[in-house]
């Protein structure tokens, strides 16, 4: 799909200058881009061209020796307005280019120019990518998606190099106070002589190794540490023998056995005769610091499988729907009572599919939302639990092991909640997944609902409570249990007691975020080796919970015909076999080229359109807008497989559009279309 490009100066300023490149010296990974160009586009030129609001600066430079030159000469303006590749195969062969500075210009005149934009992750064009000639020419379809993808990995290097001064930044932070708090940092310092016999063991050492002073001195650093790293140290000591000094980062134990990560500096000391007498040895803890890097690096992986699953979950969509759809038809059609288990079958399982579908795309969404500090928009409703309750149930029943017994309490009469069912549900699959992992030999997760008084004492003591009527969701498991010493740190960012792959510690830091979000708090109790209950306390409403859709009516049609516009064959034929079976028309295009052929010769007919939001030739956005220019008040009803409806750019106001993921249900888009076409 083509990118959005953002055209407003103020907001494509501000994205140049948020990467702090200008007037920076020239670097590396930047020069060999630039080199890059001109060897796949076989030009003398090639600039990587950032604009500023009134000049234009060049970060790399190949085959021209200029810094920077006004914005209004050269054509780089022209490229970042359009957002698109600009070609000029000869500039004195159009008199709009054959006046510029740069072609007239003696020492410049410049024949052929191309360029791409630098498209930052928002859409503002920064800059270009631009190669250069003294000679008309021409460049290949593949020279130019070859400089295209040159592009996107400049601003790739510049995201990575403004993440890297970010890092640097934090380190910077982290000297200074370091240098501030000199008299109590924890750096051990040792002292041991030639022989690595330790001379000097002082009381930061004592703590971070255990060991204390009377213990280690007089003692060869091998007996106190891994013989396994004596050959390493060895190699340290001849450096320190023959350059004076050696830094870098040891693995170590501690007395008790612990792993410990130190950035290690040796220095030589020397006697009053400038010959070699002892090692001075001071490290530091950076144990913590390493974990937060791996973890970091962790989520970002997990960011990119996130994205690889967004596109798998789109596909699977795609599949199911006309799955639950024909399913629907043919329950209705055939009364055979040995095809309709059968049938029902079918249905539940896809059913189940759409669910696990749904359920990749919160994870998507949710580590998008977390790793890069995205705001996610809330869209409450009033719900019943107990219906979250049952589904959660069925998905951890078919997915924990046997070994682990499931059971739900839900309290009689429950009250509703005002809440996001999709975020609700990610917090307690999150709760559910942490018991499981609690419990590697087995055991009991219970998982109850129920109405609960908070009056003014308990709310006293609970700073988060507030005096009223809340739900309490109790999640609690018969496992291993929490120590003490962590139990206040577990809802920390980035704080895990998981092995390494198995955690990223930012499940109960979001779920904390969201339930505070729904106005509610999170309370845990656990005991070593006896399990752990959280309780998650929902402020309750007075109002009536939204109906299940199977619940409700199929509203039929009364002969309008349908547009349905999807590049899927398999739910075009079954979208319209369902309008049909409910008293609807449909006609059927495969893109948004075909749909407004079709809308054009038939639009006196046609009553509502059902519009794919991804699709070849014509995307859905592109389709809408046009439809709706020719009639604004067309119903039109928005479906994808990936998007959510906070990423559609569709009007929410507008009563004559909605949105519908995918897969659904028949019941779900005559449900739909009926709301639209009746308003």
């Given at each position: 799909m083509k990118s959005l490009v953002c055209n407003n100066e103020g907001s494509r300023l501000e994205a140049l200058r948020q990467y702090q490149i200008l007037d920076t010296p020239p670097e590396e990974a930047f020069d060999e881009l630039a080199f890059l160009a001109t060897q796949i586009c076989n030009t003398p030129i090639a600039l990587i061209n950032l604009i500023d609001a009134n000049r234009q600066w060049f970060k790399a430079k190949v085959g021209l020796d200029v810094q920077e030159m006004p914005r209004d000469t050269g054509f780089g303006s022209?490229?970042?307005?359009?957002?698109?590749?600009?070609?000029?195969?000869?500039?004195?062969?159009d008199e709009r280019f054959a006046t510029n500075p740069i072609v007239s210009d003696p020492g410049l005149c410049i024949r052929f120019y191309a360029s791409a934009p630098l498209l930052a992750p928002g859409g503002e064009a920064i800059g270009t990518l631009c190669i250069v000639d003294r000679i008309p020419r021409q460049i290949s379809p593949e020279q130019v998606e070859a400089l295209q993808t040159l592009s996107r990995l400049i601003v790739r290097q510049l995201e990575i190099r403004r993440e890297f001064a970010k890092l640097a930044s934090i380190k910077q932070e982290y000297k200074q106070a370091q240098e501030a708090l000199l008299d109590i940092v924890t750096d051990a310092i040792v002292v041991q002589d030639l022989d690595n016999k330790i001379l000097l063991w002082n009381k930061n050492a004592e703590e971070l190794y255990g060991w204390k002073s009377e213990e280690a001195i007089g003692k060869q650093s091998n007996e106190l540490f891994c013989t396994e790293s004596w050959p390493q140290n060895l190699e340290i000591y001849q450096t320190v023998l023959k350059d004076g000094s050696w830094q870098g980062e040891l693995q170590k134990i501690?007395?008790?056995?612990?792993?410990?990560?130190?950035?290690?500096?040796?220095?030589?000391?020397?006697?009053?005769?400038?010959?070699?007498?002892?090692?001075?040895?001071?490290?530091?803890?950076?144990?913590?610091?390493?974990?937060?890097?791996?973890?970091?690096?962790?989520?970002?992986?997990?960011?990119?499988?996130?994205?690889?699953?967004?596109?798998?979950?789109?596909?699977l969509n795609n599949v199911l729907s006309p799955i639950l759809m024909s399913v629907h038809l043919l329950k209705s059609k055939i009364s055979d009572q040995q095809i309709n288990p059968m049938l029902s079958i079918i249905e539940s399982n896809a059913k189940r599919g759409a669910d696990l579908v749904k359920q990749v795309l919160s994870f998507t969404r949710g580590i998008e939302g977390n790793v890069?500090?995205?705001?996610?928009?809330?869209?409450?409703?009033?719900?019943?639990?107990?219906?979250?309750?049952?589904?959660?149930?069925?998905?951890?029943?078919?997915?924990?092991?046997?070994?682990?017994?499931?059971?739900?309490?839900?309290?009689?009469?429950?009250?509703?909640?005002?809440?996001?069912?999709?975020?609700?549900?990610?917090?307690?699959?999150?709760?559910?997944?942490?018991?499981?992992?609690?419990?590697?030999?087995g055991g009991t997760l219970t998982i109850s609902a129920e109405n609960i008084w908070i009056d003014e004492t308990y709310a006293?003591?609970?700073?988060?409570?507030?005096?009223?009527?809340?739900?309490?969701?109790?999640?609690?498991?018969?496992?291993?249990?929490?120590?003490?010493?962590?139990?206040?740190?577990?809802?920390?960012?980035?704080?895990?007691?998981?092995?390494?792959g198995k955690g990223t510690g930012l499940g109960l830091s979001t779920a904390m975020r969201i339930i505070k979000e729904h106005g509610g708090f999170i309370t845990v109790s656990s005991f070593v080796g006896k399990g752990t209950k959280f309780k998650v306390y929902l402020p309750a409403v007075n109002q009536v919970p939204m109906p299940l859709l199977e619940d409700t009516a199929i509203p039929t049609g009364s002969g309008e015909c349908i547009l349905v516009v999807d590049d899927e064959t398999t739910i075009q034929e079954i979208t319209k076999t369902s309008l049909e079976n409910y008293n609807y028309k449909a006609m059927t295009a495969g893109d948004g080229v075909e749909a407004l052929a079709i809308y054009a010769q038939h639009k006196d007919k046609i009553s509502a359109a059902i519009i794919d939001m991804?699709?070849?030739?014509?995307?859905?956005?592109?389709?809408?807008?046009?439809?709706?220019?020719?009639?604004?008040?067309?119903?039109?009803?928005?479906?994808?497989?990936?998007?959510?409806?906070?990423?559609?750019?569709?009007?929410k106001t507008d009563e004559h559009t909605a949105f519908l993921p995918k897969p659904y249900t028949t019941q779900e888009l005559l449900k739909t279309l009926h709301s639209v076409i009746s308003q």
């Open positions: 022209i490229c970042i307005e359009s957002g698109e590749v600009l070609i000029i195969p000869d500039t004195l062969a501690s007395k008790s056995g612990k792993n410990l990560i130190v950035e290690s500096r040796w220095t030589l000391i020397n006697d009053e005769h400038s010959q070699a007498k002892s090692i001075l040895v001071v490290d530091t803890d950076i144990t913590h610091k390493k974990q937060l890097e791996k973890q970091f690096l962790h989520a970002q992986r997990m960011e990119s499988i996130g994205t690889l699953a967004s596109g798998i979950a789109h596909d890069q500090g995205q705001a996610t928009t809330r869209q409450s409703t009033v719900l019943q639990v107990k219906h979250l309750l049952l589904e959660i149930q069925q998905i951890i029943s078919q997915t924990f092991p046997k070994s682990i017994a499931v059971f739900i309490k839900i309290q009689d009469k429950l009250l509703p909640i005002c809440a996001d069912s999709t975020q609700l549900h990610q917090v307690l699959i999150n709760l559910c997944v942490n018991a499981r992992d609690a419990m590697p030999t006293s003591m609970h700073i988060e409570a507030r005096v009223g009527i809340y739900i309490v969701l109790t999640v609690a498991d018969t496992g291993l249990g929490i120590n003490s010493e962590i139990l206040d740190r577990i809802f920390e960012p980035f704080f895990t007691t998981k092995e390494l991804i699709m070849s030739k014509m995307d859905g956005a592109t389709t809408i807008r046009t439809l709706q220019n020719i009639n604004p008040l067309l119903p039109i009803i928005v479906v994808s497989g990936l998007a959510t409806s906070e990423q559609v750019p569709m009007d």
